[in-house]
């Protein structure tokens, strides 16, 4: 069965310093996604950035970059630069390929950037 | 891009009557889409698979009688809380996936408070 960790519930960083947030995954499936969104206090899932698994380099979009370690099936979060606006939960997730569009979710951690 | 809309963002409701929830993917077609239940500061939850012209799929522990899911067409899913309790008060979320893109698209969410 597949399964999303993330072991931070917060964590905390100095605007315009570089943060990492971690995340590991474990399926059978050798064809799976990850992903990473964002969500503020509004609700609203936003995405962020998507690692395929057969992806040979490590994905980017603007100040985010997705570390993928496949053999420590890891995917960890780097947001660089952070604003304050970069305050939220962000959510792990990952699809198998077998399962269509099906996502699985791990249980978050809240950014909280201080000025 | 792709947009989901969902109604209502907000309602409240008394103890024992039923409330629908609309979920509209905008500009595409959507055969299949997800309802996501999340707890205040939790996870989001899998409920249920909502597939277009059939029975939704329900993860293990749902109540299929209870959280009724209807995709009559491919553009609407509507989810309905049968006899609420206040229990069943808690963030929904919908979501749907286009063919050949990567990323679900989730609609704003709507929060139900069950008095």
């Known amino acids: 069965a597949q399964k999303i960790t993330q072991t931070q519930p917060g964590m905390f960083v100095q605007e315009k310093e570089a943060v990492t947030l971690d995340c590991t995954y474990d399926?059978?499936?050798?064809?799976?996604?990850l992903f990473w969104y964002k969500q503020p206090s509004s609700g609203e899932m936003i995405f962020l950035i998507y690692?395929?698994?057969?992806?040979?380099q490590n994905a980017t979009e603007g100040r985010y970059s997705l570390n993928f370690q496949k053999a420590r099936k890891s995917a960890n979060l780097v947001i660089s630069a952070s604003q304050l606006g970069d305050s939220a939960m962000y959510f792990c997730?990952?699809?198998?390929?077998?399962?269509?569009?099906?996502?699985?979710f791990g249980a978050g951690t809240r950014l909280f950037v201080k000025a | 891009g792709a947009v989901v809309s969902q109604h209502p963002s907000w309602v409240i409701c008394k103890s024992g009557t039923s409330v629908k929830i609309e979920c509209r993917s905008l500009?595409?077609?959507?055969?299949?889409m997800f309802w996501y239940r999340q707890f205040p500061k939790q996870s989001l939850m899998l409920m249920a698979t909502?597939?277009?012209?059939?029975?939704?799929?329900?993860e293990q522990g749902v109540e299929k009688d209870k959280f009724l899911i209807n995709h009559a067409s491919l553009t609407l899913s509507t989810l309905t809380v049968t006899s609420a309790h206040p229990e069943d008060s808690s963030f929904y979320i919908c979501?749907?996936?286009?063919?050949?893109?990567?990323?679900?698209?989730f609609g704003a969410g709507s929060r139900l408070t069950v008095l």
């Open positions: 500009d595409f077609q959507a055969t299949t």
């Open positions: 399926t059978s499936d050798p064809s799976y996604g």
């Open positions: 997730a990952m699809r198998e390929s077998t399962g269509g569009f099906k996502t699985i």
């Open positions: 690692q395929g698994s057969y992806d040979q």
């Open positions: 979501s749907a996936g286009i063919s050949g893109a990567n990323v679900l698209t």
């Open positions: 909502s597939n277009e012209g059939s029975k939704a799929t329900y």
